[in-house]
C-alpha cells in the first residue's frame, strides 16, 4: 500500500509540473544521442531551432508509421529544425534499429526517463514541439506535424494543433476507478464510452483468483475489435471486415462478469449483439500461410519444458516471454508478432513449453535465425483457415 501511494503522488506531481502552451519548456539534457554529430546535448543549446521530441519504441506500431513523416520534415527543414527521438530502449537495441534503418534524425537513449517525466505521457507516440524560443507550443501526434506547422512556426504565426492529453494512472487503477467489483460480486454487465488519454487494452483477470477467466474488461476498443475478441480472439489477419470502421470510430470500454467461466464468451457476443447491428460469423477460405513445422528434433528438445504450471501471456511486436505455451499459442505469436502473416501449426506437438526471446522487427532473418536455433521452419502452403467475417445485414 506504501508504494502504490508513493506511486500516485509521484503522478499527481508530474501533472502539477507538466508546463503548458506557451510556457518555457523544462531544461532537459539529452545524455546518450546516437545518429548526431554530438553525443549529449542540452534543449537550451537548440535555441534558435523549432525542436521535435518524439517518444518512441522498436515495438510500437504506430511510432515506426510515423518515421517516415518525420524524416521528410526534417529533410525539408535541415538548418531550422532538429527532430529528436527519444526511447526507454537501450542504446544497442536502438543502434541495432538504425543499421537497418538509417535515418536523418537524432535518436536519445532515455533508459532512466527523465525526459519522460519532464514531458508526462503514457502512450506513444508522443510528439512535443518546441519553438525557436524554447517555448512549448503543443504535446500532440506526430502527423499532425506538417511542413504547414513548422512554416508558421517560423514565421511567428500562432499554431493550433491537436493537443494529447494521456491519462497518467495504471490500467490497473483505471479499471477500479471505472469498473470497481467487490469478490462477491457474481455477474454483471457495464459499458462506457471511451475514456480520454488511455491506450486500448483487453483482460481476462488471469492473475485473480476470485475472477480468472469469468470476466473481462476492454477498455478504449473499437467495435470491430470487440467483435475480433468475443468470436474466438481473432488477430486482424484472419478478419474479412465489409464493415472497414474510419480512424474516427467510436471506442468503447466494458466490463463482464458471469457465474460459470464456460459462459464468458457466449455471453459476450450475446450482449454485444442485442446493442449493436453489427454481425459476425466464421468461414473457411483456402489462404496461402506459412506453415510451422519442426525441422531439427534436437535442437526442439533443447527448448524448456514448463514445470511451473504457471501459464503467463507477455509479448509484444518483436518480443515474447510465455510461460506453458503449446505450439498452435506460438504459431499465434509468430502471426501477431512475429512475421505479420498467417500461420498454421502442423508441429503435431502438444507440450507446455516456456519461450523467451526477442528479435528486430526491422531485420526479418533475426527472426528466422532463431527460429533455426529452436528447430522450428516456416513453409509457404495452401491451407483452409478460420476466418472471421464481419458485415452488416444490408451489406450481403
Same mark, same amino acid.
Given at each position: 500500500?506504501?508504494?502504490?501511494?508513493?506511486?500516485?503522488?509521484?503522478?499527481?506531481?508530474?501533472?502539477?509540473?507538466?508546463?503548458?502552451?506557451?510556457?518555457?519548456?523544462?531544461?532537459?539534457?539529452? @545524455?546518450?544521442?546516437?545518429?548526431?554529430?554530438?553525443?549529449?546535448?542540452?534543449?537550451?543549446?537548440?535555441?534558435?531551432?523549432?525542436?521535435?521530441?518524439?517518444?518512441?519504441?522498436?515495438?510500437?506500431?504506430?511510432?515506426?508509421?510515423?518515421?517516415?513523416?518525420?524524416?521528410?520534415?526534417?529533410?525539408?527543414?535541415?538548418?531550422?529544425?532538429?527532430?529528436?527521438?527519444?526511447?526507454?530502449?537501450?542504446?544497442?537495441?536502438?543502434?541495432?534499429?538504425?543499421?537497418?534503418?538509417?535515418?536523418?534524425?537524432?535518436?536519445?537513449?532515455?533508459? @532512466?526517463?527523465? %525526459?519522460?517525466?519532464?514531458?508526462?505521457?503514457?502512450?506513444?507516440?508522443?510528439?512535443?514541439?518546441?519553438?525557436? $524560443?524554447?517555448?512549448?507550443?503543443?504535446?500532440?501526434?506526430?502527423?499532425? %506535424? @506538417?511542413?504547414?506547422?513548422?512554416?508558421?512556426?517560423?514565421?511567428?504565426?500562432?499554431?493550433?494543433?491537436?493537443?494529447?492529453?494521456?491519462?497518467?494512472?495504471?490500467?490497473?487503477?483505471?479499471?477500479?476507478?471505472?469498473?470497481?467489483?467487490?469478490?462477491?460480486?457474481?455477474?454483471?454487465?457495464?459499458?462506457?464510452?471511451? =475514456?480520454? !488519454?488511455?491506450? !486500448?487494452? %483487453?483482460?481476462?483477470?488471469?492473475?485473480?483468483?476470485?475472477?480468472?477467466?469469468?470476466?473481462?474488461?476492454?477498455?478504449?476498443?473499437?467495435?470491430?475489435?470487440?467483435?475480433?475478441?468475443?468470436?474466438?480472439?481473432?488477430?486482424?489477419?484472419?478478419?474479412? $471486415?465489409?464493415?472497414?470502421?474510419?480512424?474516427?470510430?467510436?471506442?468503447?470500454?466494458?466490463?463482464?462478469?458471469?457465474?460459470?467461466?464456460?459462459?464468458?464468451?457466449?455471453?459476450?457476443?450475446?450482449?454485444?449483439?442485442?446493442?449493436?447491428?453489427?454481425?459476425?460469423? =466464421?468461414?473457411?477460405?483456402?489462404?496461402?500461410?506459412?506453415?510451422?513445422?519442426?525441422?531439427?528434433?534436437?535442437?526442439?528438445?533443447?527448448?524448456?519444458?514448463?514445470?511451473?504450471?504457471?501459464?503467463?501471456?507477455?509479448?509484444?511486436?518483436?518480443?515474447?516471454?510465455?510461460?506453458? %505455451?503449446?505450439?498452435? $499459442?506460438?504459431?499465434?505469436?509468430?502471426?501477431?508478432? !512475429?512475421?505479420?502473416?498467417?500461420?498454421?501449426?502442423?508441429?503435431?506437438? @502438444?507440450?507446455?513449453?516456456?519461450?523467451?526471446?526477442?528479435?528486430?522487427?526491422?531485420?526479418?532473418?533475426?527472426?528466422? $535465425?532463431?527460429?533455426?536455433?529452436?528447430?522450428?521452419?516456416?513453409?509457404?502452403?495452401?491451407?483452409?483457415?478460420?476466418?472471421?467475417?464481419?458485415?452488416?445485414?444490408?451489406?450481403?
Amino acid at each position: 500500500m506504501k508504494k502504490l501511494t508513493l506511486l500516485l503522488l509521484f503522478i499527481a506531481n508530474a501533472t502539477f509540473a507538466q508546463v503548458k502552451n506557451g510556457e518555457v519548456a523544462p531544461e532537459i539534457n539529452f @545524455t546518450t544521442i546516437l545518429n548526431s554529430p554530438v553525443k549529449s546535448i542540452r534543449l537550451n543549446q537548440l535555441k534558435g531551432k523549432v525542436v521535435l521530441i518524439d517518444f518512441w519504441a522498436t515495438w510500437c506500431g504506430a511510432c515506426l508509421e510515423a518515421m517516415p513523416h518525420l524524416k521528410l520534415l526534417q529533410q525539408k527543414y535541415p538548418a531550422q529544425l532538429q527532430v529528436i527521438t527519444v526511447t526507454n530502449e537501450t542504446a544497442k537495441r536502438t543502434s541495432l534499429y538504425l543499421d537497418k534503418r538509417p535515418s536523418n534524425l537524432w535518436f536519445a537513449v532515455d533508459t @532512466t526517463l527523465l %525526459i519522460d517525466q519532464a514531458f508526462p505521457h503514457r502512450v506513444i507516440p508522443h510528439t512535443i514541439l518546441i519553438s525557436p $524560443d524554447g517555448r512549448l507550443i503543443a504535446a500532440t501526434n506526430p502527423e499532425a %506535424i @506538417t511542413d504547414k506547422i513548422i512554416d508558421s512556426v517560423l514565421n511567428r504565426q500562432e499554431v493550433h494543433l491537436p493537443a494529447k492529453k494521456d491519462n497518467l494512472l495504471s490500467h490497473e487503477e483505471l479499471m477500479k476507478h471505472n469498473f470497481y467489483a467487490a469478490d462477491t460480486v457474481r455477474s454483471r454487465f457495464m459499458m462506457l464510452p471511451e =475514456i480520454a !488519454g488511455v491506450s !486500448g487494452m %483487453i483482460t481476462t483477470h488471469l492473475n485473480d483468483g476470485i475472477f480468472a477467466r469469468r470476466r473481462v474488461t476492454c477498455i478504449n476498443l473499437p467495435l470491430t475489435t470487440l467483435y475480433m475478441f468475443a468470436y474466438g480472439d481473432f488477430p486482424r489477419s484472419r478478419v474479412i $471486415d465489409k464493415v472497414k470502421e474510419d480512424s474516427g470510430a467510436p471506442q468503447y470500454c466494458l466490463d463482464l462478469i458471469v457465474k460459470n467461466k464456460a459462459d464468458l464468451m457466449p455471453t459476450l457476443r450475446r450482449e454485444l449483439s442485442e446493442r449493436f447491428d453489427l454481425q459476425a460469423r =466464421i468461414e473457411q477460405v483456402e489462404k496461402e500461410v506459412q506453415v510451422l513445422r519442426i525441422a531439427d528434433t534436437g535442437k526442439f528438445n533443447t527448448i524448456a519444458r514448463n514445470k511451473s504450471g504457471l501459464r503467463t501471456y507477455e509479448s509484444r511486436h518483436g518480443e515474447i516471454d510465455q510461460q506453458s %505455451i503449446t505450439m498452435t $499459442d506460438f504459431a499465434g505469436f509468430l502471426e501477431t508478432y !512475429g512475421i505479420g502473416k498467417l500461420v498454421v501449426d502442423e508441429t503435431l506437438n @502438444t507440450e507446455k513449453l516456456d519461450i523467451k526471446f526477442s528479435f528486430q522487427p526491422e531485420d526479418p532473418q533475426s527472426l528466422q $535465425d532463431i527460429l533455426t536455433g529452436m528447430g522450428l521452419s516456416l513453409t509457404k502452403k495452401l491451407r483452409q483457415v478460420d476466418m472471421l467475417l464481419l458485415y452488416k445485414q444490408e451489406a450481403l
